[in-house]
């Protein structure tokens, strides 16, 4: 559905090898795609089954029934989830909020220990990377193509909870059998999108329950624990995330979920070479032998109107409970 003091040398790789690990996989946003799927441990009522639903169709309405009100979940137009990550070795690597706004936007950023910080965004058309340091050094850059798409399609499974592909030309979604996944009789149902990008979902053919999906052909495998009710909606707070070899990569507990979240298109937007200029630490005053009383500090300029918001409020909007 739907988840960094040390020397230098250790910040410096740690953050080269998550933003591999970032580019490589389309985007921390890809940590959270099983928030699509959510853990509805205690559902309502059991939905009603057109008779001529098809078997795909079956595995969607109970699934979403899991979640929560038909209603509920297509009412939702934004969705805030905030919280921390560990690696594998339960090794802290920072903050973590993810900012998703309809139809596909999307903002991902993980601040370290140290201050580092790493956001990834997409207006739903381009997407960009920007990596800041510890001493403020930026670096931007712009997703190609291929990653962008993959973006886009995470974003979506995160906002319409089983229905993205509907609103996606040639993607579809196929009923591949009954099986057994870690002992739970579930139905194996596969998300297909463009580009061969799947999310293969194993849901509970009893109570349609999440209980994992695999990303291929990348080969990760995402699995939810906890429980948290949000407006009525069932969402999990711990995201696990397994390599292809069933090593576990990185686990992601959150500790605030929110929807219909006010968002500003323009957190989306890639920031502008002014915005990052802006960003920048004012550089120090040379010293002098004789220096002359301290003046009264200018008043700071006003921000310019349609400026790119870039970590203003640090890591995210200010956050207003549901």
């Not at 080269?16 to 009522?45: D, E, H, I, N, T």
């Not at 991902?108 to 058309?125: H, K, L, M, Y």
């Not at 712009?142 to 996606?168: C, D, G, H, W």
Request: proline residues 9%; hydrophobic residues 40%.
């Amino acid at each position: 559905m739907v988840k960094i003091s040390f020397p230098m040398a250790f910040s410096i790789c740690l953050t080269q090898r998550l933003r591999a690990r970032f580019l490589a996989r389309a985007g921390l946003a890809m940590l959270v795609m099983l928030f699509a799927g959510g853990c509805g441990k205690s559902g309502p009522a059991a939905p009603v089954i057109p008779a001529n639903a098809t078997p795909e169709e079956h595995a969607i309405i109970l699934a979403r029934a899991a979640l929560g009100p038909d209603d509920k979940l297509t009412a939702i137009n934004t969705l805030v989830l905030a919280g921390t990550m560990t690696d594998g070795k339960n090794q802290p690597l920072g903050q973590v909020v993810l900012l998703f706004k309809k139809p596909a936007r999307q903002r991902s950023e993980i601040r370290a220990p140290d201050q580092s910080v790493i956001i990834q965004g997409s207006d739903g058309v381009e997407g960009w990377f920007l990596s800041i340091d510890k001493n403020n050094n930026k670096t931007i850059s712009v997703l190609k193509s291929p990653q962008e798409m993959q973006n886009i399609y995470m974003t979506m499974e995160n906002l319409y909870f089983y229905r993205a592909t509907e609103r996606i030309q040639g993607a579809s979604v196929t009923m591949d059998g009954e099986t057994q996944y870690h002992d739970f009789p579930c139905w194996k149902v596969s998300f297909h999108y463009p580009d061969n990008f799947t999310y293969v979902r194993y849901i509970d053919r009893v109570n349609g329950q999440l209980h994992g999906s695999v990303i291929e052909p990348i080969g990760a495998e995402f699995i939810e624990e906890g429980q948290k009710i949000v407006n009525g909606i069932n969402f999990p707070v711990i995201l696990r995330n397994y390599k292809k070899d069933g090593q576990l990569d990185q686990t992601i507990k959150f500790n605030n979920i929110i929807i219909n979240q006010p968002l500003d298109d323009r957190l989306f937007d890639m920031p502008s070479l002014m915005d990052l200029y802006k960003t920048s630490a004012p550089p120090k005053a040379a010293a002098t032998a004789n220096p002359s009383p301290a003046a009264s500090p200018a008043p700071a300029a006003a921000a310019p109107t349609g400026s790119s918001p870039l970590l203003v409020p640090a890591l995210a909007p200010p956050l207003t409970p549901n």
